[in-house]
């Protein structure tokens, strides 16, 4: 690379584009850490343009109901809407933030692959036009005969081929099918693709439900450096496009391949690819000569401020004079090939905290784990399931990890959570059990080894996959921007009738399941007096951004006063701290934990005396034989007359009360008391609904079995930030992989809290008069 070292033992070339590679020896003398640091965000305010083809399937089996979660009693909820119904509302979401040099093509595979559009400018009539393309889905869906899902992949490559013009744009393939392909090519998939030469963009692939064919998608995306993602049910697939699109918006390079070589140096690379021709697991000795030894690794596309750490252990140590050469190839937003090379003596040791180390250890470890699940099938090439190792493996990898020895640091805290972790966490061994391999066991750890290996952030669903991306503002600016798109776009109407239709069966692996046409439903609360009113089914009409697109969070905004013990007064909720005694039905109870969540553009209900709360934290109107009911509800019984629906940023506050003294026999009423963990909000005597009220099953509309569950509730706050005066944090609440159903919450990251902050100064800035300043 024509660098020498240097006296202090490291040479580096000059960072093209901002993209640094440095490479740290560890102390233990057993591997090295590469590190490969793009520059925080792009240097001017706008993104690069993209090249975007968006292939759907739209097949029969993605016109069946889409697949939702059951509850503890198997009792799944019917919407009416189809697994395209989402995922069209999902391409209408990534279409409203296009920009006018963006070009997107659109493909449908019913039978043979049909393109609707190929690659156009998204200026504002073109947009228009593709809009009435994706709307149009549903009706092209009626087209009959075999699904040919290669078909499809081959003419959106061929789209993104000819297509090209003198602007180099980031290009991109999304690939989105449950999977039930009619057609295979003769070879296979893969093989196919390799024989159609180096590849031409990344494919990036999507799988829905539980019959998806996760080997061949998990193969093709990794064999072209795209990202594969598994969606098990319907509350997924909005959260799962975002970040998908929101990685593909945040792209400083594509086509990065990284290169390590020195004297004797023999490493061994966890993420040794089984499909990838170029990708080699272990060093191999130089052609012109032997005793240098070089691996390569592709890295595929590189985001704004998100490192790429590649931790390489030794065969066996370098000799003392090895000097370790890496060099990073890529291709920057221009379309230009770059290279940046590094020098670096082996007995340079890097100064790194043992936590720090243990962290990418044990990322490295977990990937090796999950790699050798998935062994690639000799007639195809592609990757296979084979869980049935980790009966062996598994606590091996467990008992071995290094990140178990580093519980206070929260990378290492959050490996450690999605292996092992308390529900909600512990995804790994769940996904592990027998009764869940065939289900989504096998589909979602091939989707968490994805983002492991290119740390991606993918969802809000895993703690691991959550800390990439968190130091990227530019990511988080673009995954904001998808998200409000999200909550702007129409609704889709449900293309079932649940009243009218049988609901579909169950696979043959779930128990037998029992279906209820849904009640979350939801426009606005006058709308719904009114067509109450006149007769109509409110269940036609669904709430889209609560059930799919983030958590439910039963909470109040900040400012809902919250009545104190006896002659105490009122104060607002978020001032409320460890030990104030608030009222109850039941008389005084002290505040034992405050869950303080950071929500953006949340769905709240305006009540009487200024009550503002989420739709789905049961509240009672009412002293006496007043019942408990669901805000929406509530307001809706008002005639039309409260303030309705609202959409709310900043904080929301919820209370966990001290535990309530038990009776002398034990055999105290649940509902009973449940009384005692309840605190009147507003002016007007409403109740609302504290953490672990104790009832977890009924049909008391507080019943719920994470919500009502005291034990789990507090092992739940222990995993968040803790603050002065007893005060928790959180992003909003997780959800279970195998019902949905939510069971915990999510940890709070800085941009989370900013983005808040901000919502809270743009309220102060509109009643203040002043709205449009700097805050």
Known sequence: MGDSASDSGSSRTIKEEDIGIDIRPLASKDGILIKVQPQQEPKTSNRAPIDLVLAVSVSKSMQTEAPAPVDEKQVAERFGLTVLDLVKHACLTILKTLEEGDRLAIVIIAGTAQVLQPLTAQHKRAKGLSGIFLEGLRLLANMLGPTNMWDGVQKGLELLQTGQDETYRVPALMLLTDGMDDYMPQEGWLPKLKSMGPPLAPIHTFGFGYNVKSGPLKSISEFSGGRYTYIPDSDMIAT??????????????????LTIKGNH??????????????????????????SIYRIDIPLGSIQFGQSRDIYLAYERPPPEDCIIEAELTFRNLSGNYRQVGIKHRAVDFADLSPAEVAYHISRAQICRFLSSLFPTRASTGDLFHGLHSAEHTFPLLKADIDARLFPDDPDCASLMADLEGAPPHGQISLALRHEHQFRWGGHYLLSLLDAHANQVCNSYKDAGPQRYGRNSPFFKRCRDALEAAFDDVEAPRPSIDVHETFPPPAPWYAPERVYKPSTTTF???PDLAHRRKQGYHVDSYTLIRPRFNQSSNPCFAGTTMVRLAGDGGVVPISQLRTGVSVATPAGPRPVEIVLKTSVHNETMVRLPGGVLVTPWHPVKMGGGGAEWMLPAAAAAAADGQADGKTTYSGFTYSLLLQEETPSGDGREDPIAAAEQHAFCVGSDGIWGVALGHGIVEGSDVRAHRFFGDRDACICALAMLSVYEGGVVTSAGTLRSMDTGKVIGFRMLDDGDETAARRGVAARVCRTSGCEGKTV
């Open 523 to 525: 426009i606005s609360v």
């Open 240 to 257: 799962v496009l975002i970040h998908s699109m929101a990685n593909i918006q945040s792209t400083t390079a594509t086509e990065a391949r």
């Open 265 to 290: 140096l023999k490493l061994l690379s966890p993420f040794g690819s089984a499909v990838r021709l170029d990708q080699t697991s272990q060093s191999s000795s130089d052609p012109n000569n032997s």
